[in-house]
Nanobody, 114 residues
Framework: QVQLKESGGGLVQPGGSLRLSCAAS????????VGWYRQAPGKERELVAR???????NYADSVKGRFTISRENAKNTVYLQMNSLKPEDTAVYYC????????WGQGTEVTVSS
């Protein structure tokens, strides 16, 4: 059974940074496409960034140049480094892994506010 556990969310001031972690069990992050999604209050869930087994990365236009997705195979973990955070980045961030079906974590909340 695939399980994903996000961590690293919190309250940060505009311009600050956070690093989110997605620890996976039951499947290798290196063998599957893993993505970070977010859902702000009253909005639909949207793709933020993803990384393929070959290491190809994709980003939403709104986070390009500020966010970086990476993985550490030895820890079976995918990270999302978020810099220059803006209030509009406030959302619950979810980790997603595709392996014959979608698997989701429980989410971690990010609040960007002064």
């Amino acid at each position: 059974q695939v399980q994903l556990k996000e961590s690293g969310g919190g309250l940060v001031q505009p311009g600050g940074s956070l690093r989110l972690s997605c620890a996976a069990s039951g499947s290798a992050v290196s063998a599957n496409t893993v993505g970070w999604y977010r859902q702000a209050p009253g909005k639909e869930r949207e793709l933020v960034a993803r990384i393929t087994p070959g290491g190809i990365t994709n980003y939403a236009d709104s986070v390009k140049g500020r966010f970086t997705i990476s993985r550490e195979n030895a820890k079976n973990t995918v990270y999302l480094q978020m810099n220059s955070l803006k209030p509009e980045d406030t959302a619950v961030y979810y980790c997603n892994l595709w392996s014959l079906r979608n698997y989701w974590g429980q989410g971690t909340e990010v609040t960007v506010s002064s």
